[in-house]
């Protein structure tokens, strides 16, 4: 068990790394004011992060999510075990009560983390080198918070990440589940890998769109305030005023990226888990050791950020 967690980890760190650009784009499309826009789409923000910020502006932020990531793996893995093990019976329904309590329970740490990766995310936005810096970095940026807001302050959009995370990870085992299951990924299958690494994208998409909306939303209570002016005064009243402002279409903003970013993400993760538990188990039999049953797979797989 504690094999799988370290696993998951070091997975997650790899995603993490792949899919950190695209989140930075993701953000600043999600929160971009509509009167005074700066970026006309996904590929256009990219560039002039680029161009504007250098490569390094992409990573802005990066600090937070790999700070959180083990507890998060920890949690989720445990969690989702655990109840997996209590309902008895290993069935898509349970796959997604399993996800869903270890996606709930999880946010207590995803709530702060994504806080500060959103905060430096929009730190220095446009400039190459910020004249005046704001946060140092992830931690001086919780530390700040706190000291200004206190513990609410931390938690700033605590409700809308359950709401997001919730059935997202619900919808990514029970995707994760179903697809494993029709691919029939057995262990002596020799495309066993990349069929994992096909359903682990396609389950964290999947899951992506289930929930993109309140993304949109958590995201702009989490920027809101930065320039120390607060727009929103709770998640009706920003659901409210980005309607009014901008249509339905707000709630898609960012998509693309978050798209491009899912796939490789979670493939990247579900490879370097994969190759990992077969490296630590090289000696026990490999491949097979790794991936025992379709039926366990979510439980050794599943990657800290969808």
């Known amino acids: 068990m504690a094999l799988d967690f370290v696993a998951g980890c070091i997975g997650g760190a790899a995603g993490v790394l792949v899919g950190h650009p695209f989140d930075t784009v993701k953000v600043r499309l999600q929160v971009q004011s509509v009167d005074k826009p700066l970026y006309r789409g996904t590929f256009h923000c990219f560039q002039s992060i680029v161009r504007q910020e250098s490569v390094f ?12 990531l083990t507890f998060i793996n920890a949690i989720v893995f445990g969690v989702q075990g655990n109840t997996m093990r209590l309902l008895g019976q290993d069935t898509p329904l349970n796959q997604f009560l399993a996800g869903a309590a270890a996606g709930a329970i999880q946010c207590v740490i995803c709530c702060p983390m994504e806080l500060a990766k959103t905060r430096m995310q929009m730190q220095g936005t446009g400039e190459k080198k910020s ?31 359950f709401i997001r995370e919730t059935p997202a990870f619900g ?33 964290g998409i999947a899951s992506w769109i ?5 993304d949109v939303i958590k995201s702009r209570l989490q920027a809101d305030g ?12 920003c659901v409210r005023q980005s309607w009014q402002k901008e249509g339905w279409r707000v709630f ?14 979670n493939a990247t ?11 630590m188990r090289g000696d026990e039999g490999g491949l097979k050791d790794c991936e025992p049953t379709p039926h366990a797979l979510p439980q050794q797989a599943q990657p800290s950020s969808l």
Do not use: H
Not at 62 to 67: D, K, L, R, T, V
Not at 133 to 161: A, F, H, P, Q
Not at 181 to 200: T, V
Not at 226 to 237: E, F, T
């Open 269 to 279: 993760t579900f490879a370097t888990v994969t190759l990992f538990l077969m490296y």
């Open 210 to 214: 289930s929930t993109y909306p309140v």
């Open 57 to 68: 502006g992409l990573y802005k932020g990066i600090g937070s999510p790999m700070m959180g």
């Open 252 to 265: 898609s903003r960012g998509l693309t990226s978050t798209l491009l970013r899912a796939f490789p993400v």
């Open 171 to 203: 919808v990514y085992f029970l995707a994760y589940d179903v697809l494993t299951r029709s691919l029939g990924c057995e262990p002596d299958d020799p495309y066993m890998i990349p069929k994992l690494l096909f359903a682990g994208g396609m389950s």
């Open 131 to 161: 004249k005046k810096k704001m946060y140092k970095n992830s931690l001086d940026c919780l530390v700040r918070i706190y000291k200004k807001e206190g513990v609410w302050g931390i938690n700033r959009g605590m409700v809308s990440t």
């Open 226 to 237: 930065v320039g120390g002016v607060n727009q929103y005064s709770g998640i009706m009243d």
